[in-house]
């Protein structure tokens, strides 16, 4: 228990028992304030000389900032603009290929492509006749708005269409960093475990649709479909869930059905305007 | 490992606040830090000494408010406490709970002089 304010913290646990930092290189432990109003009292400390600004600012508001101006590029555009999100090796770009494939005599397409290395996702999707531009985030874990604004100046954009963003292969940190899109749009594959939803619930939180993919592999593995929804639906109560197969093409149908509704909406309300 | 770009965030949080308040030393940053925000105070603290060398607010301590998380039932109709994304409701025990609190990820105030 933290002794600053006797809250839980959240610190990460390796067996059970808190992770202690006594001895890092930099800085001390955490130290945590209590909340304003709830002993108030016990977190005060020197200000007697010092200037306190009041910031109230959201940490990601730069990212959010320009994520606002991609959303409003969409929006001019009229593209419907949609994040990819997995772990490594779920079928994002396999899937990708055959939705493309089946999507690019109907809309105009483009897709950028987030890896730390290589060329070769934005090679397949070019192999396809879809523009594809590659972003390499080097170390990076994630794209954020930036980096997608700044490729979006190296192609031509889908005006009408579809924008794919395959974000980079994590589960974790692109849940946090807005790129701008209408919806994440998150896979997982049956050979991953059915309860990835609870070990990795901010991605799941954060999604507007799931594909479940490589559901042809279900006859070989021992994977509950049901208990993975159920996982899924305890995070995010309402989320929609499309079993599909990128290999075979089962549950295609329903996945572009759910894009096409997404294009309707978007010609929607540019009738409205 | 993202909390290295969201201490960069908070960095840049910084460098404005000192270019609209006037300042050029931060002795303390206080982050407000949600129990369902996603986001590591440990490894937020981890980096934070790294990011700040060498910036106005190099060797500045760093203070965090840890909020608890809050969400609605959807079974019970009201606001209830929750540790975490996938904890039940601690009145029915359902899992019927739209988070709606503690996901705050905030610069909430500088000690700056």
Known sequence: MCTTCGCGGHAALIGGKAMRREARKHGGAVAYRAPAGQAAGEAAHDTAQARIIRVERDILAKNDALAAVNRALFASRNILALNLVSSPGSGKTTLLVRTLRALKEKFPLAVIEGDQQTDNDAERIRATGVEAIQINTGKGCHLDALMVEQAMQQIALPQGGVLFIENVGNLVCPAAFDLGEAAKVAMLSVTEGEDKPLKYPDMFAAAGVVLLNKVDLLPYLDFDVPLCIEYMRRINPGIRVILTSATSGAGMDEWLEWLESGMKQLAAREEAK | ?113
């Open chain 2, 1 to 113: 490992m993202h909390e290295m770009s969201l201490v960069e965030g908070v960095l840049q949080v910084i460098e404005d606040s000192a270019r609209a308040n006037h300042f050029s030393r931060v002795k303390t940053v206080c982050l407000e830090i949600g129990a369902l925000s996603g986001v590591e105070p440990e490894a937020i603290s981890f980096c934070f000494d790294l990011v700040m060398k060498g910036t106005l607010a190099d060797g500045a301590r760093l203070e965090i408010i840890a909020t608890e998380g809050q969400g609605w039932c959807h079974t019970c109709g009201q606001t209830v406490a929750v540790r975490q994304r996938h904890d039940p409701c601690p009145l029915c025990g359902g899992y019927q709970v739209q988070p709606n609190g503690g996901m705050e990820m905030k610069v909430k105030e500088l000690e700056v002089e």
